[in-house]
């Protein structure tokens, strides 16, 4: 499931190894991660072209570049010959830290966080990288709750964001909802096994009244 909120948040968000301007203005590198100030860029491995490490006076520069661009833009248009970029590891591994967090803080406050279907918890990681963990707790408290109680449809119903395209809201519900279809699928298994387990001691109590498959003692 961590995995694949990973890969599904670099399709959401875009995963840019160069220093571009978010739809806010704010500096920003690799997916989503903005960068208040120039000492936070400076704390990350930036590389040039060449793949030699950048030092602070080059990636302060960069960062002062961009800064001064114009916001509103495609990540390409930020990009110049010159430009820094990070490894795609350390792209990763900043990821997966942030998400560590961020699945820490929902498990401190969800109930039963660790059970939920791992759809359930991808939209969740999903909507706290995009809202912040405590815009998510506090921001859709109906929804918080159905997923406490495992009320899915309620759920799908009350998971939808402002600011975001279609499709990613599109792909929160479906989580939401193949988790409906989980839960139907895994009662109808348990009436099933019941019922052949009914059905199995009812077949050994006719067999024990009417004596049948006990060995004859005539010929």
């Given at each position: 499931t961590f995995d694949?909120?990973?890969?599904?948040l670099k399709t959401f968000e875009g995963c840019v190894p160069w220093m571009y301007r978010d739809t806010a203005g704010k500096v920003t590198v690799g997916v989503g991660l903005m960068l208040p100030d120039a000492a936070a860029a400076c704390a990350l491995p930036f590389q040039t072209e060449g793949g030699a490490a950048a030092t602070a006076e080059q990636i302060a520069a960069e960062f002062a570049r961009v800064e001064a661009?114009?916001?509103?833009?495609l990540p390409s248009?930020?990009?110049a010959a010159s430009s820094l970029e990070l490894p795609e590891a350390v792209m990763d591994a900043k990821l997966s830290g942030v998400l560590a967090g961020f699945e820490a803080t929902l498990r401190a406050h969800l109930a039963g966080y660790d059970t939920l279907p791992g759809g359930v918890k991808m939209a969740l990681l999903d909507m706290a990288y995009n809202l912040g963990p405590a815009g998510l707790l506090e921001g859709y408290p109906r929804m918080i709750h159905a997923v406490e109680t495992g009320a899915w449809a309620e759920a799908a119903a009350q998971c939808a964001r402002g600011g975001i395209n279609a499709a990613r809201n599109a792909w929160t519900r479906q989580q939401m909802l193949a988790a409906v279809v989980a839960t139907i699928q895994a009662e109808a298994?348990?009436?099933?096994?019941?019922?052949e387990g009914w059905l199995r001691r009812l077949w050994r109590g006719v067999k024990r009244a009417f004596g049948i498959g006990k060995p004859s003692c005539c010929p």
């Open positions: 694949q909120s990973l890969a599904q661009l114009a916001m509103g833009r248009f930020y990009r298994e348990s009436v099933e096994k019941s019922a």
